[in-house]
């Protein structure tokens, strides 16, 4: 990971800050006008100015300061690509002010801060103007022209314009016009005049679209807006053919991407006019929009402001997240397949480093998973860039290694392989942390307390109602009891063909997950871990599906919950001290991985080197 010289890139930043009369200037995170977490190049903003691509963390600049603001998934990350005109904050720890409080005292004397209001949500908007209006500054005022841009300049890419396509039926499961008409119940529900969508997931799912603007996520740049009678779909028209067109008929009007703030400024001016009364009585309550939380603020001021808005959770992204019998049906059979294609890799791998003594480096090792996944049916690409990560490497949470500049692959290391697949039925994410010759009693340690976790998770059983919050402890128990954590979520929601990071649901701190309980269609994962800093790294992740189960009892007549597991790939028995595993915990375990041999043995021939892998490493204990 090299540093970029950001120096005159701040300068230039600057400059433009004094003309434009701000103190400060906000650059939030790599969500673009979409809230999107991987972003399209064109709108790495916050990457090109400060040189982190981290999939999270805010840049603010003053006029003598700068500052990044990021989670403990990325504190190393950010060390080795932050030159030294930044100051990383590191975020949840103690005595580091948050990234709103950095922004809010760097104003404290009258300052002024601007930013994009395409790229930050309303919500945020008036928290962090509040925080500055305290601390004794003017408050936050919105730059219609992004800085950044004009600092990149002629460099800045060009925005994608790729093709969209129709996801069929077969794996969407539920007609695009039976969506329409679940939404419009819930419009009717709240007596609302429409709702506008910006999310690419949410759109993406409720047209039975996909496409390939932003990496590793089949969606595609468009807005949506949504009322009583009409649905229209704001898109750029070269991304659809004849196919696309067809298949939204007379139902939905295509309208151009870039009219969207003019037009929903017009609809709503057209919308929330009172009705008029001529018999004396006040006239009717004005029906407002609904606007996702996660909407921009350019957005909110396009329809009125908040007073003529309602914020609220996305009901398309709470039905999303709920999938159906064919979704469910898809993401069990991916999984299959994905966890054939880590099998077959894992046993190449082995073989190679041990066997053959071959030199490989992490990219090479993620490009032969790359092509072992593609042979598989329904195969469409990576659903993020893969995390191959030896040694030392495996305790960056989210490192990515680059080619012509990454570690050789150390068999007497442990291996850490974070990955994931787009196919037509489903997305996957499986992390295994492998160890080919002898680990060391504290990896055997923190593997077995990490997987610990992941089996209690996968084990628990909850009534209905209860929060992704609740269950996080489950996981971290283990390694409480020894004094140790780690620093990223437990699990996040799983799309269907869609984003590998998926909301509102997940298990974790995080205060999303507090919001809306977990359901019985709901798609997570299970990622426990155990970073040492200089030394080593591990994480065991499973992709877990919510089920209703059967129970003696029923207490409050409530049904209750479990989970079962999609990903069918083997533990490292290498890597376990079976001692520290209680009796359930080997039943467990040894019921899984004859899960998995029943599952993918048909993969392989008989007597392969993949065959005689998953025999070996799903031997019961």
């Known amino acids: 990971m090299e540093k970029v010289d950001t120096g005159r890139r701040l300068e230039h930043l600057r400059t433009l800050m004094r003309e434009h009369k701000v103190d400060v200037y906000s650059i939030t995170s790599t969500s673009a006008t979409h809230d999107s977490e991987y972003v399209a190049p064109c709108d790495a903003r916050r990457e090109f100015i400060c040189g982190f691509s981290g999939s999270a963390g805010y840049a603010v600049v003053s006029h003598d300061q700068a500052s990044l603001a990021t989670d403990g998934r990325y504190f190393n990350q950010a060390e080795k690509q932050l030159d030294g005109n930044w100051t990383l904050l590191r975020q949840g720890l103690p005595d580091v002010p948050t990234w709103q409080e950095w922004t809010a ?187 996702p939380t996660t909407a921009s603020w350019a957005l909110t001021e396009s329809l009125g402001g908040e007073e003529k808005v309602e914020e609220v959770r996305s009901p398309v992204g709470d039905a999303k997240a709920v999938k159906n019998e064919t979704e469910i049906a898809g993401m069990k059979a991916c999984h299959t397949r994905d966890g054939a294609a880590l099998i077959e890799f894992f046993a190449w791998l082995e073989d190679e480093l041990v066997v053959k003594r071959t030199k490989l480096d992490e990219v090479q090792a993620a490009d032969r998973l790359e092509k072992i996944r593609s042979k598989h049916d329904l195969f469409v690409g990576l659903s993020f860039s893969t995390i191959s990560a030896t040694g030392a490497n495996a305790a960056v949470i989210h490192y990515h290694p680059e080619r012509h500049g990454c570690a050789t692959i150390d068999p007497k290391q442990v291996y850490l392989c974070d990955s994931g697949a787009q196919y037509l039925d489903g997305t996957t994410d499986t992390t295994r942390t492998v160890h080919f010759l002898e680990p060391t009693e504290m990896e055997r340690k923190s593997y077995t307390l990490v997987l610990k976790g992941n089996i209690a998770l996968d084990r628990s059983v909850f009534p209905r109602g209860v929060k992704g919050l609740a269950l996080d402890t489950l996981a971290r128990q283990f390694l409480w009891h020894e004094g140790l954590d780690y620093r990223h979520g437990t699990g996040h929601g799983v799309g269907s063909y869609l984003n590998v990071h998926e909301g509102p649901i997940g298990i974790g701190t995080r205060v999303q997950y507090a919001e809306v309980p977990l359901a019985p269609g709901n798609v997570v994962s299970d990622e426990p871990g155990y970073y040492e800093d200089g030394s080593f790294g591990i994480r065991i992740e499973n992709v877990i599906i919510v089920n209703e189960v059967q129970t003696k009892h029923t207490f409050g007549d409530k049904p209750f919950l479990g989970f079962e597991h999609a990903t069918v790939v083997p533990m490292c028995r290498k890597l376990i001290d079976t001692n520290l595993l209680t009796d359930i915990e080997k039943d467990w375990l040894n019921r899984y991985h004859a899960e998995v041999l029943e599952k993918t043995k048909s993969f392989f021939e008989p007597g392969s080197l993949a065959a005689k892998w998953l025999e070996r490493e799903t031997q019961p204990f």
Request: net charge neutral; proline share 7%; no cysteine.
């Open 105 to 291: 005292e760097q104003a404290q004397d009258g300052g002024t801060v601007g930013v994009d209001p395409s790229l930050i949500t309303a919500p945020d908007a008036r928290k962090i103007n509040e925080r500055i209006v305290k601390k004794g500054g003017k408050g936050l005022v919105p730059l219609r022209e992004n800085l950044v841009d004009i600092v990149w300049g002629d460099d800045r890419p060009a925005r994608p314009s790729n093709r969209v396509k129709v996801l069929g039926l077969e794996y969407a499961g539920k007609r695009y016009e039976e969506k329409l008409d679940d939404l419009r119940k819930e419009l009717a529900k709240s007596k609302s005049a429409g709702i506008v969508f910006s999310m690419l997931d949410e759109i993406a799912w409720l047209f039975n679209l996909r496409g390939s603007d932003i990496p590793y996520n089949p969606v595609f740049y468009s807005y949506a807006v949504v009322t009583a009678t009409e649905a229209s779909l704001y898109i750029d028209s070269s991304k659809l053919t004849q196919e696309e067109h067809s298949h939204l008929g007379e139902t939905v009007k295509i309208r151009p991407y870039s009219g969207i703030f003019e037009e929903t400024q017009q609809l709503s001016q057209s919308l929330l006019k009172p009705k008029n009364v001529d018999d004396g009585t006040p006239p009717s309550p004005r029906p407002r929009f609904l606007l």
